[in-house]
């Protein structure tokens, strides 16, 4: 078995050009990671996800465990086989999922016990069950179990939910290794968390960098807080991380914040807003943000960007995907989401591809003209 493996392959400035070995396949970053929470991205094909180029797709063991469970997705192969997609999968630990969509939860030291959203029955999630379900789903980069507490909150609130997720870093990562994980090639995530209190993030981070994790993600962001906090978090965070091991920025972002990240040095990203947004009629081109909902696009003959190398861009009018969303028609969903998918992707290469030739400080004040004022 390849054992698990990030590369440093070229720096500019604090953003860091990699590459990461998984026994799924190679993964290019910076990256835009989609999320594929029950199985699925939704409303695409896995072979069109794979031709944007993206490399990694998001599961969730929150959704899983409920359904299908994480012990039939094993019988079944495991969640490369189920949903065939062959390259890296990336799986959520269920914390911060639980704490938003079950129903009657209650956070102990050991775990959190919770009821299902979808029929009431009981659950219970710890940070060895999560590392458990992880591992049944065959999951090649997996999360701690940890709590993300919401902002705003109070320092001893934050402090506590920092100094839990350091306890439960050390059991997920004692379950992992009893499991066998590093021999089996896949990657434990610790998970910083603090909130916007810099002097806890500091210590979190100083304190899961002293754990043999194969690489680390920031949590506790990308919950509404400005952006001017998220960075303010990464200037302090990211220097007491290892340079050496691969950092992945949870849940975000629009593509300012991505230029922003990668230019302190965060190597991973996901979001839910390309698919989201392209189920709700909006999509992401190189011009900017275009809503399809809109009436000024029912009788326009051009496409949303002629010059795309993806289909959904380049062959279908601005009139159609109008019709199309304003019918409620799944193609519209299926087209809008392949769209901004690949824009997305589009971004990620244009970064590294910055990256390598020393220029990405220019490609980032081009996308702060772009995007900034949009945001
Ligand atoms: N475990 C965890 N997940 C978070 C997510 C979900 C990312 C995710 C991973 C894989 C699949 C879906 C979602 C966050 N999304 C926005 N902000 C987030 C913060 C956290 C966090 O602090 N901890």
Request: charged share 25%; proline share 5%.
């Amino acid at each position: 078995m390849t054992p698990f493996a990030f590369q440093l392959l070229a720096r500019d400035g604090a953003a860091r050009r990699g590459r990461l070995f998984t026994a799924h396949g190679t993964v290019e970053t910076p990256a835009f990671m989609p999320v594929g929470t029950q199985g699925t991205v939704k409303a695409m094909f896995p072979e069109d996800v794979a031709q944007t180029g993206a490399e990694v797709v998001l599961g969730n063991v929150y959704h899983l465990m409920l359904r299908p469970t994480a012990e039939r997705v094993a019988r079944l192969g495991g969640l490369h086989v189920f949903m065939r997609w062959p390259k890296t999968i990336l799986t959520d630990s269920g914390g911060f999922q639980v704490m938003s969509l079950a129903a009657l939860r209650s956070l102990t030291e050991e775990g959190v016990a919770f009821r299902s959203h979808l029929d009431g029955s009981r659950h219970m999630l710890t940070p060895e069950r999560s590392v458990e379900i992880q591992g049944l789903l065959g999951s090649d980069i997996q999360m701690q179990f940890d709590e993300c507490v919401r902002l705003p909150a109070s320092r001893e609130e934050i402090e506590r939910g920092m100094r839990l997720s350091l306890r439960w870093a050390e059991r997920s990562r004692r379950r992992f290794e009893e499991l066998g994980g590093p021999a089996k090639g896949q990657a434990l995530h610790g998970i910083v968390q603090g909130g916007d209190d810099i002097r806890l993030r500091i210590e979190s981070a100083a304190e899961l960098a002293r754990m043999p994790f194969e690489g680390y993600s920031i949590g506790g962001l990308a919950v509404g807080e400005p952006q001017a906090v998220m960075l303010a978090v990464l200037d302090e965070t990211l220097p007491v991380l290892p340079q050496e091991k691969q950092r992945y920025l949870m849940g975000v972002g629009t593509p300012h914040d991505i230029v922003e990240s990668v230019a302190r040095g965060i190597d991973m990203f996901d979001c839910v807003m390309p698919t989201r947004a392209g189920r709700h009629g909006l999509a992401y081109t190189r011009f900017g943000k275009i809503n399809l909902k809109n009436a000024k696009h029912a009788d326009d003959p051009a496409p949303l960007d002629p010059e795309s190398d993806c289909p959904a861009a380049r062959d279908y009018s601005r009139a159609y995907l109008h019709h199309l969303i304003k019918t409620g028609e799944a193609l519209g969903a299926m087209l809008l989401t392949w769209n901004n998918i690949s824009y997305y992707q589009r971004l990620m290469r244009d970064i590294r591809a910055a990256i390598d030739a020393g220029t990405f400080e220019a490609l980032r004040a081009e996308m702060d003209a772009l995007w900034a004022k949009a945001a």
